[in-house]
């Protein structure tokens, strides 16, 4: 499976942006996804997760009530819908395709495919 992360950009504090993950390959939409970030001089850090039929999600309780992850199987995929963004939120954001199809795990290697990352940036 492929993964391409997009949408990232550059956006004042309380803004939004969307970032998109779309998957290449059959398997893309019977796997849990999730989204990881990595700030400069940081470890990545899981953000959010859906299962393969998006009905459970699990989100870090720093992005709880600001993000929200959704997935459209039919266009394999996934999104990360950000609100109220902060400048703790700047880093680099990659999608990534769970190694279980029923777990949203909540650790890297956790995960066996992953995008690029798309950079995101918020200024106070």
């Known amino acids: 499976v492929q993964l391409q992360a997009s949408g990232g950009g550059l956006v004042q504090a309380g803004g939004s942006l969307r970032l998109s993950c779309a998957g290449s390959?059959?398997?893309?939409?019977?796997?849990?996804t999730g989204w990881f970030r990595q700030a400069p001089g940081k470890e990545r850090e899981f953000v959010a997760g859906?299962?393969?039929?998006?009905?459970?999600?699990l989100y870090a309780d720093s992005v709880k009530g600001r993000f929200t992850i959704s997935r459209d199987n039919a266009k394999n995929t996934v999104y990360l819908q950000m609100n109220n963004l902060k400048p703790d939120d700047t880093a680099i954001y990659y999608c990534?395709?769970?190694?279980?199809?029923?777990?949203?795990?909540?650790?890297?290697?956790?995960?066996?495919?992953w995008g690029q990352g798309t950079l995101v940036t918020v200024s106070s």
């Open positions: 859906i299962s393969w039929h998006g009905e459970n999600t």
């Open positions: 390959g059959r398997t893309f939409s019977i796997y849990t």
């Open positions: 990534a395709r769970a190694r279980r199809a029923m777990v949203i795990a909540t650790t890297a290697n956790g995960y066996a495919d």
